[in-house]
């Protein structure tokens, strides 16, 4: 944070800060939200530290069963499953459905060139019908058909030559053809030594390109909710949260199976997570299991053998989620309905339902016309369901190249975060950080990163063209902007590090440039170039306060200097007496000088606490305005931000 006096200035109308170490209130922090195109639109500026700071509710879509909501259910209202999936599945009714095979996707083998199959410790092969010694497969695609090279070990010799099995899919189990027994452990070339291993039987099934095949695992769906269930909730959870888990895996099975296609379901969150049997490290003589299934699962899924919620005549459409974040969202079916869920929230160790988290600009840039730059975020349009009026269903991002629509909840207004479901807070602030004000609102209007840590903060209308910019003074290095951007426009060196500081338009040309103090002697400098100085003035008395204005009106800042409460006017730049006196405030005041109506004069402002007492004449008397702004520890600076001839507040923020 800079210390001793913070100087800046604008067009015709500046002031030297009473100190660089100002403190205010900024009501709203760091985050840029600016008045609402339309009730529906939320408007979020792009934040100084180019990121915002995101509250956010729930993990995944929100629809059905809150896994974290059933456990909650179950561990603090004392519910069990049925009732836990009456209130997930309203209107929906148990039923019961026979055991049957299902065909499982694996993604990692969708699509794949090769794959090594590895038979469990004490069973055989059936490959295509044929009985083969147990140990490795290393299935190949052809032209027509598949080659099969059978080893007993990793990058052991071939037991026989490698030979072709034609047609477009090839099956082989362990041992039977019946589902379950023995299983296969699947890695992904012949010398690799991790694997998974999958209760049933493999299928391959050629892909789509030449030379490629997907890996199917044909598993009996009771078989396989044992590689599901302790991977959709966590075994340690209570019985009746993992019985819901187990129903409600087992109808979304059934109702989303792709009788047409090569296989029902996939092995990834897009269906439901499906790990297999085990993890597994072989070489084909050593076979070390790691467990992906649990005791407390398994009986979760037997109490509930074959038990599906119903309606009207199939069995439902079983959605969920990891926590909905307090309210369910609705769904496609009559049954997934939008409520309020008394349970997600309650469970020890939920962190989920209610998270924060980062955005980063950059990831909303990506959706930019024409690799363009984001100006401003706007939610435009929530479901209606829940805290801030729900999740986000509709964004526009306005960028330097125009706007982007986006409308599809999902994955894509996550932006990579756990849900749709959020609001931005604040703006992530950077360690040096200038927020900038066009009324006296409580909201910035331009929010940017520029300087380090221990800058002074300056301000003036460097180039002439009626709007103020920024300046950082770096010892006796000044590095100026022309717009608010955060972009150094040019850099200058003027002066002795240990100088006192000021900017004005000293010369009535229109542009600001730079004078500095030593004692009572001030060198005024009419361009912004190294140099001598082109005025020398001697004015006040070394211990005084100075403000820069225009005090007169006629287009030139002048120096004032503050005695007490009393402020002594010069309206030219030569030495002698003062042309005015004003009392105005108390000797405590922290002082401003700006032209606050617009009217071509500079007048006070003084600083009480987090108040600002704006006085519109150069008179003694109450002020004209009382307006509150920033935060403690803020330096304060003044200028004409949007060059519209008024000047207003803004604040240098550091850390």
């Known amino acids: 944070m800079p210390t001793g006096h913070a100087l800046e200035g604008s067009m015709r109308r500046r002031r030297i800060a009473a100190s660089v170490t100002s403190v205010l209130a900024l009501l709203l922090g760091t985050l840029v939200v600016a008045a609402p195109a339309s009730a529906a639109e939320e408007r979020y500026n792009v934040p100084a530290g180019r990121a915002w700071e995101v509250e956010g509710r729930g993990w995944g879509h929100g629809i059905g069963m809150s896994q974290w909501g059933a456990q909650g259910a179950a561990t603090k209202a004392g519910k069990r499953y049925t009732e836990i999936l009456d209130f997930y599945y309203p209107g929906t009714t148990m039923s019961t459905v026979p055991d049957r095979l299902l065909r499982i996707a694996l993604s990692a083998y969708a ?78 070339r012949q010398n690799a030594t991790d694997g998974t291993w999958y209760r049933g039987t493999v299928n391959l099934v050629a892909g789509a390109a030449a030379g490629t095949f997907d890996v199917v695992n044909h598993v009996t769906l009771e078989e396989y909710l044992r590689g599901v269930v302790p991977r959709e909730s966590p075994a340690y959870w209570h019985a009746e949260a993992l019985k819901a888990q187990a129903v409600a895996a087992r109808s979304y099975g059934l109702s989303v199976m792709r009788p047409t296609a090569t296989s029902d379901l996939c092995d990834t969150d897009r269906c439901q997570v499906y ?171 331009h929010e940017f990163a520029f300087g380090r840590p221990g800058d002074v903060a300056l301000a003036g209308d460097w180039d002439g063209d009626g709007t103020d910019t920024v300046a950082v003074r770096r010892g006796r290095e000044y590095h100026l902007t022309a717009a608010h951007d955060g972009r150094t426009a040019r850099s200058v060196a003027y002066g002795q590090p240990g100088d006192e500081v000021l900017v004005g338009d000293w010369d009535g040309n229109g542009t600001d440039t730079l004078a500095v103090r030593r004692g009572n002697v001030f060198y005024i400098n009419n361009s912004i170039a190294p140099g001598p100085a082109t005025t020398v003035i001697a004015y006040g008395r070394p211990g005084d306060e100075v403000l820069v204005g225009d005090w007169d009106g006629n287009g030139t800042d002048t120096l004032a200097v503050r005695r007490g409460s009393v402020y002594h006017i010069r309206n030219t730049m030569t030495s002698g007496p003062a042309h005015t006196l004003v009392p105005y405030g108390r000797a405590t005041d922290a002082v401003l000088a700006g032209d606050w109506d617009g009217n071509g004069t500079d007048t006070l402002a003084v600083r009480r606490g987090s108040e600002y007492h704006i006085k519109n004449s150069m008179t003694a008397g109450v002020a004209d305005r009382v307006v509150v702004y920033g935060r403690a520890g803020d330096s304060v600076i003044v200028g004409d931000w949007d060059g519209n001839g008024t000047d207003t507040l803004g604040v240098h923020r550091t850390h």
């Not at 009026?389 to 190249?401: D, F, K, M, P, S």
């Open 111 to 188: 699509p794949a060139s090769t794959v090594t199959l590895q038979s469990p410790p004490g069973t055989t092969f059936l490959v295509a019908g044929q009985a083969l010694p147990g140990g490795r497969l290393t299935i190949t695609r052809t032209a027509g058909g598949y080659q099969v090279e059978h080893r007993t070990r990793l990058n052991g010799s071939l037991t026989r030559p490698a030979w072709t099995v034609s047609g477009t899919s090839l099956a082989v189990s362990a041992g039977t053809s019946t589902p379950g027994d023995g299983g296969l452990v699947v890695l992904p």
């Open 275 to 445: 790990g297999g049997r085990a993890a597994v490290v072989t070489d084909g003589v050593d076979f070390r299991v790691s467990t992906k299934e649990a005791t407390s699962t398994d009986q979760a899924i037997a109490a509930t053998k074959g038990q599906v919620r119903w309606y009207d005549g199939a069995v439902a459409f079983t959605q969920f989620s990891s926590t909905n974040g307090g309210h369910t969202a609705a769904g496609s079916r009559p049954y997934l309905v939008a409520r309020p869920d008394p349970w997600t929230g309650l469970a020890d160790g939920d962190t989920r339902t209610r998270w924060t988290d980062t955005l980063q600009v950059s990831t909303l840039e990506q959706y930019c016309p024409a690799g363009g730059s984001l100006r401003t975020l706007v939610v435009t349009r929530r479901d209606g369901a829940g805290e801030w009026g729900g999740r986000i269903t509709g964004v526009r991002l306005e960028c330097t190249t125009g706007n982007a629509t986006l409308t599809t909840p999902g994955n894509t207004l996550r932006f990579g975060m756990l849900s749709n479901y959020w609001k931005p807070t604040a703006g992530v602030e950077p360690p040096s950080g200038f927020y900038l004000n066009d009324s006296w609102g409580p909201v910035a209007h």
